[in-house]
């Protein structure tokens, strides 16, 4: 592919970026600091391999351009590696040059050590010196000292406290992770606030807005808000966004997604136990029966946020949300379903928000994103790049498979066949999407769709009504529930 010679808006595809010295910390701190990130909902990127060796791999290169925070643990050996040393290289141009956020954490370390490049760290780029070019340890040099004076976490800081008759120090590791945790949360809901323009945000300044007006957080009582949309619509990231945005107002939180999915597999009381864990900040929590103890009620007497991504269960819906007054006075649940009749069982009908197919602006900046790595399309591109749009129509997930296919396909030829494949049937990945739709529906609700896609087209759906008899009728409004049908409840697009 030929590169665009305009600027364009960098494509981040994680949240944070940790750096680090495995032989230090990759058991210990770092591994607890990222499952701390995970489960916060924050998308951490850590390279698992066990030994980086010398050579810097290009792609991890890219996860670093592609993160909105680097996170640099400094620890005693982290200099001695010429792999985490240009990692830090990398770290820095991205700060200078895409304005990445960085932070700093010292970890068993004195923070002099790396400002002043005394102690190990000095005694590593002498060691270089002798191995590397100059120019290469002199980058280094300049990349410690930039970041090192960075403001950040010295895990050396004690906290005093009391203990029995006198006081001791204590070094406190989860209550640092937490605080990083906790900054970073609000260094990411600042930037969600401020600019839709990134990430996977393509679309999502509406959405947002008004799913945060219908949730009316200066409000007290418990509110339930549906998301309602076909699959790969984009329900999951606009919850997961709106829970970001919001949840530090809150007592309590959980972000719980593939409920569907989970209870298929583990049954519906583990994930109940599971989304009560993350709420209540207790991971070994265990709940014998359906019925919970006085002592968890009250604990869950507090203002909490709670996102059931991918419901489709009434039932299911009403035991995980359980009976009224069990959460406290202005907490909020937030619930996606592909079926609304499952939110009309929870949600008042105007707290169901409709989510919309993006439109042609929105559809190419998003597949351009996966396909180009910037917001729109290279100029040899551009007419094919639109094509696969229109075939698309709309649709999220299908857009983000299909681009990120193509990316880095860099022959014409191969994006004019795909286009063809677009074009004649669907395209596979649009054909596999629609099936995973098509198999949720029981024979007769199958059988209308199929009636509809092969002899009716795009109609009214009062037409469509008078034609079919009283079982086919109600099914219409079941696809429409179940956007299976491009509808607005009045019109079908078949």
């Avoid at 569907?260 to 900040?281: N, P, T, W």
């Avoid at 677009?422 to 649009?430: A, K, P, S, V, Y």
Wanted: aromatic share 8%.
């Amino acid at each position: 592919m030929a590169s665009s010679s305009s600027p364009t808006a960098p494509y981040l595809k994680f949240d944070v970026f940790l750096s680090f010295r495995g032989k230090d910390t990759r058991n210990s701190f770092t591994s607890h600091l990222y499952h701390a990130l995970q489960r916060n909902q924050i998308d951490a990127y850590i390279d698992n391999k066990l030994d980086g060796g010398e050579k810097i791999e290009p792609a991890l290169l890219e996860r670093i351009e592609e993160s909105c925070i680097s996170l640099v643990i400094f620890s005693e050996n982290y200099a001695d590696s010429t792999f985490c040393l240009r990692e830090l290289s990398k770290i820095l141009e991205c700060m200078e040059t895409k304005q990445q956020m960085v932070l700093p954490v010292f970890y068993r370390l004195d923070p002099s050590h790396v400002q002043n490049l005394t102690g190990s760290y000095g005694d590593a780029l002498c060691k270089h010196e002798r191995d590397c070019s100059s120019e290469e340890v002199q980058s280094w040099r300049h990349a410690l000292k930039e970041i090192a004076n960075l403001k950040g976490w010295d895990s050396n800081v004690m906290t005093a406290c009391l203990c029995s008759l006198f006081i001791m120090h204590c070094w406190d590791e989860t209550k640092l992770i937490q605080e990083i945790v906790t900054d970073i949360q609000k260094k990411l809901n600042r930037e969600l606030s401020s600019s839709f323009d990134s990430k996977r945000l393509v679309g999502m300044k509406s959405r947002v807005e008004d799913i945060e007006s219908l949730l009316s957080f200066g409000s007290t009582g418990v509110l339930i808000v549906g998301i309602w949309g076909m699959g790969g619509i984009g329900k999951s990231t606009t919850a997961e966004t709106v829970y970001r945005r919001n949840c530090s107002k809150f007592e309590g939180h959980c972000c719980f997604q593939d409920v569907r999915e989970e209870s298929r597999k583990h049954g519906v009381d583990h994930v109940r136990q599971e989304i009560l864990g993350m709420v209540l900040e207790k991971n070994d929590l265990k709940i014998q029966g359906k019925v919970l103890p006085s002592a968890i009620k009250r604990m869950l007497q507090r203002k909490k946020v709670i996102v059931l991504d991918d419901v489709n269960d009434p039932q299911h819906l009403k035991y995980l949300v359980g009976e009224d007054g069990l959460f406290g006075q202005g907490s909020r649940i937030i619930v996606t379903s592909r079926d609304r009749r499952v939110l009309e069982n929870a949600c008042a009908e105007d707290q169901i928000y409709e989510v919309k197919i993006l439109d042609e602006d929105d559809a190419l900046r998003l597949f351009s994103l996966h396909a180009f790595k910037q917001d729109r399309p290279i100029e040899e591109y551009s007419g094919l790049s639109k094509t696969v749009v229109s075939c698309v129509k709309g649709i999220p997930l299908v857009l983000e498979i299909l681009g990120g296919n193509l990316y880095n396909k860099r022959s014409v030829e191969y994006w004019e066949s795909k286009v063809a494949q677009l074009r004649t049937n669907g395209g596979e990945d649009i054909k596999k999407h629609l099936e995973m739709c098509y198999h949720e529906l029981d024979q007769t609700e199958k059988k209308i769709f199929l009636d509809i896609a092969c002899f009716f087209g795009r109609c009214k759906k009062d037409f469509l009504q008078q034609t079919l008899d009283l079982e086919e009728r109600s099914g219409i409004d079941r696809l429409a529930d179940m956007c299976h049908k491009n509808c607005s409840r009045q019109d079908l697009d078949a």
